[in-house]
């Protein structure tokens, strides 16, 4: 298991409106390093102050990761792999490609992927391997 992790909107969201997760977070031990695709999915959400305000302090306070030039290639080849043997539509696919390059990039990064969204993550794990807890 990594010593940094990474959450997927998922949890924030969770956390955010409904506080589902704080006593997980606060109890973790491991270094929080937030995705740039994270962060650009939950700037286009935000609403409230108060969640201006949460990723305000995420932005300023955790690791940033970015996704490489590799990983936005590899997204490609997997969502082509992906769309081959489940017949997903254009719109399936653009919602899923975030997904693919947040996997990729705690892969790149050598950090497990916090989520849950089990049944997406666990599909694009069985295409690139990457270390995944789900909440």
Request: charged content about 25%; overall charge negative; hydrophobic content about 45%.
């Amino acid at each position: 298991m990594s010593s940094r992790v990474l959450f997927d909107s998922s949890v924030l969201i969770d956390e955010v409106r409904t506080g589902r997760h704080s006593e997980r977070v606060l109890s973790l031990s491991r270094i929080v390093c937030v995705s740039t695709v994270v962060l650009a999915e939950l700037w286009r959400g935000a609403m409230s102050r108060a969640e201006v305000r949460f990723l305000e302090d995420l932005e300023k306070n955790h690791v940033n990761l970015a996704p490489t030039e590799n990983n936005w290639i590899e997204s490609g080849h997997v969502l082509s792999r992906i769309r081959q043997a489940h017949g997903f539509n254009v719109t399936e696919m653009r919602e899923l490609h975030f997904d693919v390059l947040i996997a990729l990039t705690a892969r790149s990064y050598g950090v497990t992927l916090i989520t849950s969204n089990r049944a997406d993550f666990e599909m694009i794990r069985s295409y690139r391997d990457f270390e995944l807890e789900i909440w």
